[in-house]
């Protein structure tokens, strides 16, 4: 196996499967995944083997990866540790990316998804299943927006900020790097880093 077989996905769980098929359906030619799980070793996901721990990447002679893992700290960790491979960003044909979107090394954007012109997106992020990012968006490094969510123009998240399903965030609004909003939460003012907020209006 050789780095012209394909990518590396690190993340055989739910979150890694999601992460697949949308590498399937973009076409995207996947060499296995890795996964630290023992007990996950050898099984098939989605018709591709799970080949073993991530000290395999290397042996393999693969160069590029994305990782499926959708707990931001966990994302951020891994990626640190494995600073040397070439990280692979994609979009699913389902979802609507401008063509004037920036979308950072890692990042992946699943079926559903919109993603509106001039948004900049950081590395290893996730704008999960039908998530709206509108114009002029800002989100940082290893963010993650849950399935459902819902960001007005000018929204800003900081690094490793965290939204979870369905939750809302009004234009130009900033939420902190680390932050966690709630499921179903409408945020209507800045939130700080490390925050955090549920409710509606969110507190």
Do not use: P, Q
């Given at each position: 196996?050789?780095?012209?077989?394909?990518?590396?996905?690190?993340?055989?769980g739910g979150h890694g499967k999601v992460v697949l098929s949308t590498l399937q359906v973009a076409e995207i030619p996947v060499a296995g995944l890795f996964d630290r799980d023992r007990e996950l070793w050898g099984r098939t996901v989605l018709g591709v083997e799970v080949v073993g721990s991530t000290e395999e990447i290397d042996r393999l002679g693969i160069a590029r990866a994305v990782v499926g893992i959708g707990?931001?700290?966990?994302?951020?960790?891994?990626?640190?540790?494995?600073?040397?491979l070439d990280w692979q960003a994609a979009a699913h044909p389902a979802a609507f990316v401008h063509r004037s979107v920036e979308l950072g090394a890692g990042s992946v954007v699943f079926a559903g998804a919109v993603v509106q012109p001039d948004t900049r997106i950081g590395t290893h992020a996730i704008v999960n299943t039908s998530a709206s990012v509108d114009h002029d968006g800002r989100l940082g490094d290893f963010v993650h927006v849950a399935p459902g969510c819902h960001l007005a123009?000018?929204?800003?998240?900081?690094t490793g900020a965290f939204l979870?399903?369905?939750?809302?965030?009004l234009p130009g609004l900033t939420i902190g790097a680390w932050a966690v909003v709630g499921a179903g939460a409408a945020v209507i003012r800045d939130v700080a880093p490390g925050a955090i907020v549920k409710g509606v209006p969110a507190r």
């Open positions: 196996m050789s780095s012209d077989t394909g990518i590396a996905l690190i993340g055989a707990d931001n700290r966990s994302r951020a960790n891994l990626v640190e540790e494995l600073s040397g123009g000018g929204v800003t998240l900081e979870g399903v369905g939750c809302s965030v």
